[in-house]
């Protein structure tokens, strides 16, 4: 039903009924309301990583003044322009997104419009291709009228592109006409002026229907049009012209049995996931720097479904498919991908080398996205899972922090190694580079180790990959963190006060040891560097520090911690 929102009363009660044995059609309260609450969800949840009102986040009024504001998306389900697909339009900041979500047809349905001839020499039932303009055809109560020919003054009398001269006899009637060489609107549009309430347009060549273009005019024409293939439409026009009377009925596509995208939420995150990644690469006025061969655009979609579909019982080896609901596969399904994303190089195999010869767009973000899930699990098995993703502290919301903010990092148009130094560039300014190491092991893995070469980003097959670690002399190794989560307690530290103005107290209860301390601003540079025994209370003089963002890192016998530190 177009421009149809459920309605919740005055109690906004939106918790709808659900039958996935009934037709999508009498689903649609549930699924938009499911479209919108995860809409939401990804606003809410992206916003306290990152994607916020200063970075171009989709969102009515700005509360902070920072970034524009009136940019709501808008989200529509169940949308009948396509089938087997899903899309998200990213304007700048400022302008409305648009999200398209489609049905699925199963296995061995059709998706094809429907003509239904009720009478004469030719009656029977037939598939065209419906208009990409105009009102789309009825899906359950047909549109049924008697046919009549298309008539104008010169060339060929019934391709419309003339002016009509038999306007009487299609008034009130489906409209005949050939395909010819004028625009599908403009014939379109033409019948309707007449007073056709539909049009069957008859291809010119042999073979299936194909789709019709709006052209200059479409976006006027407001009745529904099909395209016939030319055996069946010549016969019709034979017969129109011998003196049958023929009723014919239009239906669009049978969809009792079609899976409704609407309910797959990785599709929907991954939907949604464009408007991130295309309004922090570049900046939110730009919206358009993901456009070159090599950008990664689908692998950080498919990783956004991933990240808000995780489960604190999940393993690093789990094998996930991308829109198996949606292609009617079980949830352990291969899904739309080459293969399913798992760190089991058994399961997925792929490494950086992929991207020369993988489909593009979707075969070179997939290999993208393997590697931000390798390094999603290296983030939870050093940091843990933790199941709130607004404001949780595990490794997965780390990982979620550090992607966004490599995302506001990386250039215009960026290939795979800019993405790769956007995040090693984004954990060095927000931790001074506690996790180098770990990100560097996870990129190389995947072949996109220190030597390895993007080429021209906008070309395709120039792709070198490697898998060697940078040397451990490398400066920007000197604050990795080699232990996990629970080698090493940050209770084990008290440091105060933070925000701190002149100077800086570290106290503990235990004798850690010999112990260098260091002290980094935002931009890697050493202020402060001491060496002693760390135990009881220590004071460190910040008076002469700039006002800022510094890491203070502790590196002993067995652990290297770092804690962030405001000066004011």
């Not at 055809?137 to 419309?160: H, K, M, Q, R, V």
């Not at 925000?499 to 050493?526: F, W, Y």
Request: net charge negative; hydrophobic share 40%; charged share 15%.
């Amino acid at each position: 039903r177009d421009n149809f929102s459920p309605n919740g009363a005055t109690i906004l009660n939106f918790d709808f009924s659900l039958d996935f044995n009934l037709s999508p059609l009498d689903n649609q309260e549930a699924a938009i309301t499911n479209l919108f609450y995860l809409n939401n969800m990804m606003h809410d949840i992206w916003f306290e990583h990152g994607f916020d009102e200063s970075s171009g986040n989709f969102q009515t009024t700005n509360y902070s003044n920072q970034g524009a504001g009136g940019d709501f998306v808008f989200a529509d389900a169940q949308d009948g322009s396509g089938f087997n697909n899903a899309n998200f339009g990213t304007p700048p900041d400022g302008f409305s997104p648009r999200m398209q979500m489609f049905l699925w047809s199963p296995p061995g349905a059709s998706g094809e419009d429907r003509v239904n001839i009720l009478n004469g020499s030719i009656a029977g039932e037939y598939t065209g291709v419906g208009a990409s303009f105009g009102t789309r055809l009825p899906i359950t109560e047909p549109l049924t009228g008697s046919l009549a020919l298309a008539i104008d003054a010169t060339g060929d009398i019934y391709d419309s592109c003339q002016p009509l001269i038999n306007s009487a006899a299609i008034n009130g009637n489906i409209a005949i006409l050939r395909r010819g060489d004028c625009e599908f609107g403009f014939k379109v549009l033409a019948v309707e002026n007449a007073g056709a309430i539909a049009a069957i347009v008859v291809n010119n060549v042999p073979g299936a229907a194909a789709g019709m273009a709006p052209g200059a005019d479409g976006d006027t024409v407001d009745i529904p049009s099909i395209m016939i293939s030319q055996a069946l439409g010549e016969s019709l026009i034979s017969a129109l012209e011998n003196g049958e009377t023929i009723t014919a009925n239009l239906l669009g596509p049978d969809l009792t049995d079609f899976i409704d995208g609407d309910f797959d939420n990785g599709i929907i995150a991954h939907e949604y996931g464009h408007g991130i990644s295309n309004r922090l690469t570049g900046g939110p006025s730009a919206a358009g720097c993901l456009q070159n061969n090599e950008q990664m655009g689908e692998g950080w979609s498919d990783w956004f479904g991933l990240m808000i579909t995780m489960k604190s019982t999940d393993l690093s080896d789990d094998a996930r498919g991308i829109g198996t609901f949606a292609i009617s596969q079980p949830i352990i399904g291969g899904g739309i991908r080459p293969a399913r994303y798992s760190t089991d190089f058994a399961e997925n195999g792929f490494t950086y080398n992929a991207s020369n010869t993988l489909a593009q767009p979707h075969g070179i973000g997939f290999v993208w996205a393997t590697v931000l899930w390798d390094l999603t699990w290296a983030y939870i098995d050093k940091y843990g899972f933790d199941p709130d993703m607004f404001n949780g502290n595990g490794g997965n919301n780390k990982v979620m922090k550090l992607v966004i903010d490599g995302l506001k990092l990386q250039p215009c148009g960026p290939g795979f190694v800019d993405g790769r130094d956007a995040i090693l560039a984004a954990d060095m300014a927000t931790t001074g580079g506690v996790d180098q190491c770990l990100i560097w092991e996870v990129f190389a893995a995947r072949g996109l180790g220190i030597n390895a070469d993007q080429g021209a980003t906008n070309l395709r097959g120039d792709q070198i990959e490697d898998f060697t670690m940078p040397l451990s002399s490398d400066p920007s190794l000197v604050n990795c963190s080699v232990l996990s989560i629970d080698e090493f307690s940050k209770d084990s530290l008290s440091i105060y006060p933070n925000p701190t103005q002149t100077e800086l107290s570290i106290s503990t209860p235990k004798n850690l040891g010999n112990v260098a301390i260091t002290l980094v601003d935002i931009n890697g540079r050493v202020v402060l560097e001491i060496r002693q025994e760390l135990f009881n209370t220590i004071t460190l003089n910040t008076s002469q520090l700039q006002s800022g963002i510094y890491i203070l890192n502790f590196k002993g016998g067995n652990f290297n911690y770092n804690e962030k530190i405001i000066k004011n």
